[in-house]
């Protein structure tokens, strides 16, 4: 193609820069008398060499001429040679141009790159047929500029020839004259012939055009012709493209080599049963078309696929790199921990289509195109890896204050129930930044308590035994007591206005709905047990010392 295109530049280039070499000049630019001159020279020679030539032939007819046979055909071919040059000099150098030039320019034709155009006949014939009409219309019009192209030089040559009779007075070169003239005469009325009927063809194309019945006749013919032999191909290659693909997953369960896992020599046999699928649905592809006999499909189908061919060959480095992945030779392994979109996803398997999983989400399961996972690294997994924070059902408590029930979670959303029924959403990437903190697994509240320094003596050891008694007792008396782990309090510290007892109570797992529930039930329960034992809650003070 790229020579084609060259061709048609530097066509386009000679057509339009370069002047070209065989129009005649007009007789105004041409001396007469040296031309007449060098035309009866030429009249002269040519008469000298005919009457040589039927010498020759008399003598190879006549008695001399036995056993010399050999020798005068020679001759004779030599001088009949030399006399049609003569010939066509005396046509150029009277007319400007010989009769031969014409024909010459009209079987001068480009070849096309005659193996490329031998096999591309199919796909130019169909591409002929489509554009028929204006393919006609527009060879209608380059013939009729032809036409008058050709036109001007016959009446160039005739002015010229006719200027040449008038101003020689020689009977040979007279005689010569006018035969040419005769013959270009004859030429011009041939040419005008030729335009009459070119103009009435390109009339009677003009005039046709298909109407609306005739061009959804068309469509149906092409649906019933050529459009049933490309669905036929496409549904053969989709069935063995189906088919290969269930019987290999048919290998992968009953087959004794996928039993051992992904090994390498599985890993191989994928690859090459990936390759030959393709290869095979192409192939049946292909093969039904030329079956079909459809030339036209089966050459478009072949550049397609040379096409990918070619355009695969700028591709090769990430092949290979897809090819190390499936090998299990790549960045990401089958087995590891690779994270997508800030969410940890188990490798399950890589394939052309690759799967991650994630067991802790809804539907926590990912198919990705082998080249998305060029741009990703795996790690080897722990020990009981944590795949996610929460599951669907656990309460808990996030950095931005939120409290709630896990509703649902999935790779891309995940749903918070609040107290009350409310419904809140975090995509799942924000929800894993607001640091989730799980309560469904058991947690601790911790409160702080305030005590008025008149209750000194007994801040440290007394008091935190009653108020633990008083927790216990509470929280069990509320319906709680199955929910606690462990109750502690103790005397945290001197403070600014009172002496602060910190509680420490730990719940196990079902208390994660009664977080808020709790923390209120504590502090209720501590100011009971200050007004019981008439215990002074101090507030703010501020003290002023006098000297």
Not at 41 to 66: C, F, H, K, W, Y
Request: aromatic residues 12%; glycine residues 6%.
């Amino acid at each position: 193609m790229k020579r084609i295109f060259l061709f048609l530049f530097f066509l386009l280039f000679f057509v339009w820069v370069v002047p070209l070499p065989f129009l005649p000049a007009t007789a105004s630019e041409v001396d007469i008398q040296p031309t007449i001159r060098n035309l009866e020279g030429l009249v002269q020679s040519m008469s000298n060499l005919s009457r040589m030539i039927s010498a020759t032939r008399e003598v190879m007819q006549g008695p001399d001429g036995i056993g010399r046979e050999k020798e005068l055909r020679s001759k004779l071919d030599e001088f009949e040679m030399k006399l049609r040059v003569m010939e066509g000099s005396f046509e150029r150098l009277s007319a400007g141009v010989g009769l031969c030039t014409l024909e010459e320019e009209k079987d001068q034709e480009v070849n096309w790159n005659r193996e490329l155009t031998e096999f591309l006949a199919p796909l130019m014939s169909e591409v002929k047929k489509m554009t028929s009409r204006p393919r006609k219309i527009e060879a209608l019009r380059n013939e009729m500029a032809q036409y008058d192209a050709q036109l001007q030089i016959v009446q160039t040559a005739q002015t010229r020839l006719l200027a040449l009779v008038s101003d020689t007075s020689n009977p040979q070169l007279t005689e010569r004259l006018g035969q040419l003239i005769r013959a270009w005469e004859n030429k011009e009325t041939e040419i005008k012939t030729r335009m009459v009927v070119s103009e009435k063809a390109l009339e009677k194309a003009l005039g046709r055009k298909k109407s609306i019945a005739r061009s959804f006749q068309d469509v149906g013919v092409f649906f019933k012709s050529r459009g049933l032999n490309l669905f036929l191909a496409f549904f053969a290659f989709a069935f063995v493209w189906v088919a290969l693909h269930y019987f290999h997953k048919l290998i992968f369960r009953i087959g004794p080599l996928h039993k051992k896992g992904r090994s390498f020599t599985v890993r191989i046999f994928d690859l090459f049963y990936t390759l030959f699928t393709v290869a095979l649905s192409a192939f049946v592809l292909l093969g039904t078309l030329y079956f079909m006999g459809d030339w036209f499909l089966l050459s478009l189908a072949i550049i397609f696929v040379m096409g990918i061919v070619w355009a695969s060959k700028q591709a090769f480095p990430r092949f290979w790199n897809q090819v190390a992945l499936m090998l299990n030779f790549g960045a990401v392994r089958e087995g590891e921990v690779v994270v997508y979109k800030g969410i940890p996803y188990e490798v399950a398997s890589i394939n052309m289509n690759s799967k991650l999983e994630n067991k802790a989400l809804e539907n926590g399961f990912i198919r990705l195109r082998i080249n998305d996972l060029l741009a990703l690294r795996s790690r080897p997994a722990i020990e009981n890896e944590p795949w996610f924070p929460s599951r669907r059902g656990d309460w808990v408590r996030l950095a931005d204050g939120t409290y709630g029930k896990v509703a649902a979670q999935t790779p891309e959303m995940v749903t918070l129930q609040l107290k009350g029924s409310a419904l809140k959403y975090y995509a799942t990437s924000d929800y894993l930044t607001q640091s989730p903190t799980n309560l469904s697994n058991g947690y601790r509240l911790t409160g702080i308590f305030g005590l008025d320094y008149r209750h000194q003596g007994i801040s440290t050891v007394e008091i935190p035994k009653i108020i633990q008694k008083a927790v216990v007792d509470g929280l069990t008396e509320a319906g709680y007591g199955d929910l606690i782990q462990r109750i502690r309090v103790e005397f945290k510290e001197a403070g600014a206005s009172s002496l602060d007892v910190a509680i420490l109570a730990e719940f196990n797992g079902n208390a994660g709905s009664e977080y808020w529930v709790l923390e209120r039930a504590i502090q209720k329960i501590c100011v009971e047990a200050c007004n019981q034992h008439n215990w002074v809650i101090p507030f703010q003070q501020v003290s002023v010392h006098m000297a």
